[in-house]
T-cell receptor
């Protein structure tokens, strides 16, 4: 089955800093790739997705590019805000099933 | 829109008893609902997929007689942990895929239920 590896957190950044959260995956075939965000007390929300190689998903200033050659889908944001503090999950989708990473907690301070 | 609720948010039960967790799609109909389990510092693991009006499909290694899933309506699925034991203590999360979704990756997640078995 698929597996997803994310960098361990927590990641602590100052506001306006550049963010990278690494994600690599193993999968058979060509999975869809996703980033989810979970704010305190809430359910996971889809942040962005990419369905084929070299696709770039983007939303709310976050971006991630589907890199088939390196089996990666790293999440980036140029300037984080305190409101971005949350847990971020990378996931693959194959045969209508999602496989998640362990999540990376991001803490942004003033 | 697309809100999924779970009830209860936290539950403590004694070993040997059963506990039911509800998952509701509040503002949409969901033909398919999913149940996940999350251990501390681990990823969400898919337990089962349920379709309204039919039996759930369980993932390998998940005991269907222990984790009973009922998807009786287009807005409600329940997970019953039967004869719970301390090793069943975990965070249970449901998600729902709306009727008419382009694919089953379109899922809206509930906030989760923390189960503690003493």
């Amino acid at each position: 089955g698929n597996s997803v590896t994310q960098m361990e957190g927590p990641v602590t950044l100052s506001e306006e800093a550049f963010l990278t959260i690494n994600c690599t995956y193993t999968a058979t075939g060509y999975p869809s790739l996703f980033w989810y965000v979970q704010y305190p007390g809430e359910g996971l929300q889809l942040l962005l997705k990419a369905t084929k190689a070299d696709d770039k998903g983007s939303n709310k200033g976050f971006e991630a590019t589907y890199r088939k050659e390196t089996t990666s889908f790293h999440l980036e944001k140029g300037s984080v805000q305190v409101s971005d503090s949350a847990v971020y999950f990378c996931a693959t989708g194959t045969a209508s099933k999602l496989t998640f990473g362990t999540g990376t907690r991001l803490q942004v301070t003033l | 829109g697309a809100v999924v609720s779970q009830h209860p948010s936290r539950v403590i039960c004694k070993s040997g008893t059963s506990v039911k967790i509800e998952c509701r799609s509040l503002d949409f109909q969901a033909t398919t609902m999913f149940w996940y389990r999350q251990f501390p510092k681990k990823s969400l693991m898919l337990m089962a997929t349920s379709n309204e009006g039919s039996k759930a499909t369980y993932e390998q290694g998940v005991e269907k007689d222990k984790f009973l899933i009922n998807h009786a309506s287009l807005t409600l699925s329940t997970l019953t942990v039967t004869s719970a034991h301390p090793e069943d203590s975990s965070f249970y999360i449901c998600s729902a895929s709306p009727f008419g979704a382009r694919d089953l990756y379109e899922q809206y997640f509930g906030p989760g239920t923390r189960l503690t078995v003493t």
